[in-house]
């Protein structure tokens, strides 16, 4: 097994001769990172949620998640509608779908089981720590993943293995995330209603998809807009009250000491 040490894009390793991405390793070490961080959390509170509920919304989370990412990637080509296959679907998947599959995932098992507390503030860390890592996985793949920006001049543009230099797509996912990170480990120990954290959360992350969609080459699906842009807009009606609570709280913080 070797390293490639060429710096252009994909960066990749060989084993017996054969080319592979790092992105499918990354992407497990992703999941597996993210799920022991979960349960290193969970051991330091006192969960009101049962560990077999537990169970039962993480498995929701997970189907919701597979179906979700897949139907919201296919729909971000709708002119390939027509060519569609069954490997096709298997092998699309978007993280925003992910999400926003997840999250009806969940609610619908919660509905079974009887669970009316919210659940997903435990989520927020690992979720983004399993993003930072899979992200680096799409950057190191550079055009090979539809996760690439269109032609700029902007400083921070890079030859992502075309020859042209484009927004790095992934890389400012990777800062952002970050930044996120740091915000949520900042009001972590601060006195909030049980899920706020993660419904702002997803409120940010799909404000950031929302704006990075337009310097990426996507196919509008309706309305000049791709189906990144309306799995945002569908999240952001989905927490519009918890939206117009916490900007009501900004004002009246503002109005107080500012």
């Known amino acids: 097994m070797g390293i490639l040490t060429s710096t252009s894009f994909p960066v990749q390793f060989t084993i017996d001769g054969q080319l592979y991405h790092w992105h499918y390793i990354l992407e497990t070490l992703a999941f597996i990172i993210g799920v022991r961080i ?15 509920h537990r169970l039962w919304i993480m498995l929701g989370a997970m189907l919701g998640a597979l179906i979700g990412s897949r139907l919201i990637a296919v729909l971000e080509t709708p002119n390939e509608l027509s060519q569609i296959s069954f490997m096709t679907i298997y092998a699309s998947k978007t993280i925003a779908g992910g999400l926003l599959g997840g999250l009806f995932g969940v609610e619908i098992i919660k509905k079974f089981i009887g669970v009316r507390i919210a659940s997903g503030d435990l989520y927020v860390v690992p979720i983004l720590t399993a993003l930072f890592i899979g992200r680096i996985g799409c950057f190191l793949m550079g055009i090979d993943e539809p996760t690439y920006g269109v032609k700029t001049n902007f400083f921070m543009g890079m030859n992502l293995g075309d020859g042209i230099k484009r927004h790095p797509v992934a890389l400012y996912e990777m800062i952002y995330l970050v930044i996120l990170f740091i915000l949520f480990q900042s009001i972590k120990n601060k006195k909030l209603i049980n899920g706020d954290q993660f419904k702002f959360f997803m409120v940010l992350y799909f404000i950031y998809r929302f704006l990075v969609e337009f310097i990426k080459p996507y196919q509008p699906l309706f309305l000049n807009l791709s189906s990144i842009h309306w799995s945002a807009i569908f999240i952001f009606l989905y927490y519009y009250k918890f939206i117009i609570r916490l900007t009501r709280q900004i004002l009246i913080k503002e109005k107080i000491y500012g």
């Open 38 to 52: 979960y349960y290193y959390q969970k051991k330091k509170i006192k969960d009101p949620i049962s560990d077999e």
